[in-house]
């Protein structure tokens, strides 16, 4: 009998670990993101004058867009309040200032918010009795990974909690305040909260980038013939080996303090959010740009950029003393004699990690100064290994010369920064890469031995490195060439200007509907169905085309996505236009694209009422959006759906995927579950 009780329980106990473990599988695989808290408070200016005072409390990871977004962006913040309700609006609502960017998939300047942002809208009392006031927030945030659909949240104001107006300049609420905080009804369902922390993988970057370009910097003319001069004092100054070790890495040690000091001053000067701003305005790139192509003219030998001798010469004296300080000199020293060489690569390098923000150009720094502090220290440490090294030569000017043509790349890189701000159309697409393509192919060029600069030594054959390396360049440059005719160039993405900004968005001769695409004109499409990206036909709306994929037999995709979705941009223009994901979008599967931030309104007929927050829908976006959190139990985009002509899922839907492979299996694996039915 107790065993038969046992059997019965344990059979039961792994039903139910079965059902909870499915649960919380369902939970992660679809949440429904609500990752900003909005709270309002008011301040008292006189007996007829308030600010309504609206605080936006944003989860690590996400941006809220401001009230100010260029044309075709992402959705804006707005606000609206109660019309004719006893009082009048004084101005617009204000906003801080923000985080500005030039966002490479919207190709524009667009000022979002992080971790928190406040909102002041003044109003003038014409009821002096009136004792509260309405009004509605509509806004959309993104993450690393996925965009949220416009959202409407209530707001309410209690004027008789209003605290006298604070001069705080910052985004603080006085604990006075706190305390009379409205909290406003959330329109939209609760969410489960996703606490994932902020992704270190630019700051990595970073890290890489300014490893190699230390360790570029190290095999320039400047800096490599120090090596062995430099080591040799130490072992002569070290009485013991010991001694010697300890020597060489207060050395390296003072290389690298050197160098972190520089990226606190410019980030002490500046400041992260300075920078910012700056990495976006069109002096400051115009500037960079002159900058670059001076610092790039000087590497290919025209002139020499140097500090003054004065300079070196005090800190060698300082170096004579020895000791600790002594060695802090030398590595200062180094830093001195050697910057016609790495103040190029170090400025280039502290203006790209700075506008990164936070300690961005530290970790830049950090990594520039290791690669340049560990042969130092290293071969002090083992003087052996000085017999190991190359000698110097000409292949010392060859790396500088190749470093000056990289610089002179880039500078056009900011040159297409102010032109896109502008929009002036004249760096456009292919101009850009023509100037790209002459760069890379001069380089290769010269590497072949084609083209002689100014302080070349003579040279009677090639290296096999240098030869690897023409060869290299070489190829990325014939890599290049079919963008002027339309190739996405995904190996330089976010370099060039994209598609759209360009003399023929699709090549060269080529439009989007005729023989040079498609073969195709509108009057052959289905009803409701265009031509979506890379010209697969694709529908905007659910019935139409569900209809179509009856009428065809073959499956559905549905691709809940948004204007404003900048990781949807990234998966059509990264991995859609895999040929083997591309060969399937167009011909094995029926596209649906749902726009969730479609902002037309819905048509008169349909009154839809929100089973959410018991609202009526306005836009078609907003349609979409509600049938994605009901059906699917999940609010991101973009978030992919593979289902059969009886709308039953085929497999579990997907969100951002940005690896080919796993995207492509994905789908190879429901057309083909939809095919063995």
């Known amino acids: 009998m107790i065993l038969k009780l046992s059997n019965r329980f344990f059979k039961r106990g792994v039903k139910y670990l079965l059902f909870l473990i499915l649960l919380i599988s369902a939970k992660v695989d679809a949440q429904i993101y609500d990752p900003v808290n909005w709270s309002t408070s008011v301040e008292k200016i006189s007996e007829t004058e308030f600010e309504l005072v609206i605080n936006a409390q944003i989860e690590p990871g996400w941006h809220l867009y401001s009230q100010q977004v260029p044309e ?340 056009f890189k900011f040159l297409s920064n102010a032109d896109l701000v502008l929009q002036l159309h004249w760096l456009e697409r292919e101009i850009f890469l023509a100037i790209w393509i002459t760069i890379f192919g001069a380089m290769a060029f010269y590497l072949f031995g084609k083209i002689k600069l100014p302080h070349d030594s003579p040279l009677d054959h090639i290296s096999v490195g240098r030869l690897s390396l023409g060869l290299l360049v070489m190829a990325f440059t014939i890599y290049m060439i079919p963008g002027l005719w339309g190739a996405p160039l995904q190996l330089i993405s976010g370099f060039p200007p994209a598609m759209n900004y360009s003399e023929s968005p699709y090549g060269v001769g080529y439009t989007k509907l005729g023989s040079g695409a498609t073969g195709v004109t509108e009057k052959d499409f289905p009803d409701g169905a265009h031509l979506g990206p890379h010209d697969i036909l694709a529908f905007t709306d659910y019935e139409k085309g569900l209809a179509y994929a009856k009428q065809v037999n073959k499956p559905v995709m549905i691709d809940f996505t948004g204007h404003a979705c900048v990781n949807c941009r990234k998966m059509e223009e990264r991995v859609w236009s895999d040929p083997a994901i591309l060969q399937i979008l167009k011909n094995d599967i029926v596209l649906i694209s749902l726009y969730v931030d479609d902002k037309r309104k819905l048509p008169e007929d349909e009154n839809i009422i929100s089973e959410i927050s018991g609202k009526k829908l306005k836009y078609i976006g907003q349609k979409w959006s509600e049938f994605q959190t009901l059906r699917y139990k999940a609010n991101a985009q973009p978030f992919y759906v593979l289902m059969d002509l009886e709308e039953r899922n085929l497999l579990d839907p997907v969100g951002y995927t940005p690896d080919i492979e796993e995207y492509l299996n994905w789908l190879k694996k429901g057309v083909k579950k939809f095919q063995e039915k």
């Open 72 to 411: 075709n962006g992402p959705i804006p913040t707005s606000f609206s309040y109660e019309p004719d309700a006893g009082y009048e609006l004084v101005g617009n609502t204000l906003e801080e200032e923000g985080r500005t960017i030039n966002d490479p998939v919207f190709n524009m300047v667009i000022t979002f918010f992080e971790n928190q942002a406040e909102f002041r809208q003044r109003i003038k009392l014409t009821n002096k009795s009136l004792k509260s006031i309405q009004g509605e927030v509509a806004f959309m945030v993104c993450d690393d990974e996925r965009c949220l659909p416009p959202t409407y949240v209530d707001l309410e104001f209690n004027l008789s909690k209003s605290v006298p107006l604070t001069l705080n300049t910052g985004n603080e609420i006085t604990k006075e305040q706190e305390s009379q905080v409205s909290k406003p009804k959330k329109s939209s369902e609760t969410a489960i909260a996703d606490t994932r922390k902020q992704k270190k993988k630019g700051l990595w970057t970073i890290f890489i980038i300014a490893f190699f370009s230390g360790f570029a910097a190290l095999l320039t003319p400047c800096v490599f013939p120090m090596i062995p001069m430099t080591v040799s004092f130490f072992t002569k100054q070290s009485k013991t080996r010991a001694k010697g070790i300890k020597n060489a890495l207060i050395y390296g040690v003072s290389i690298v303090v050197i160098y972190l000091f520089l990226g606190g001053i410019v980030t002490w000067i500046f400041g992260a959010s300075a920078l910012n701003a700056l990495s976006t305005n069109i002096w400051f790139n115009l500037i960079f740009f002159i900058i670059l192509v001076i610092f790039a003219i000087s590497f290919l030998g025209a002139f020499e950029i140097m500090l003054p001798n004065s300079w070196a010469n005090k800190v060698d004296k300082q170096a004579d003393n020895g000791g600790i300080i002594g060695i802090f000199f030398m590595g200062l020293a180094l830093a001195i004699v050697s910057f016609s060489c790495t103040g190029p690569i170090v400025g280039t390098l502290l203006v790209e990690a700075a506008s990164k923000g936070g300690i961005a150009p530290f970790v830049g720094m950090f990594g520039f100064s290791l690669a340049l502090a560990l042969p130092f220290a290293l071969f002090a440490a083992f003087p052996g290994w000085l017999n190991s090294l190359p000698k110097s030569g000409g292949w010392l000017n060859t790396v500088k010369v190749v470093l000056g043509f990289l610089e002179l790349a880039l500078a």
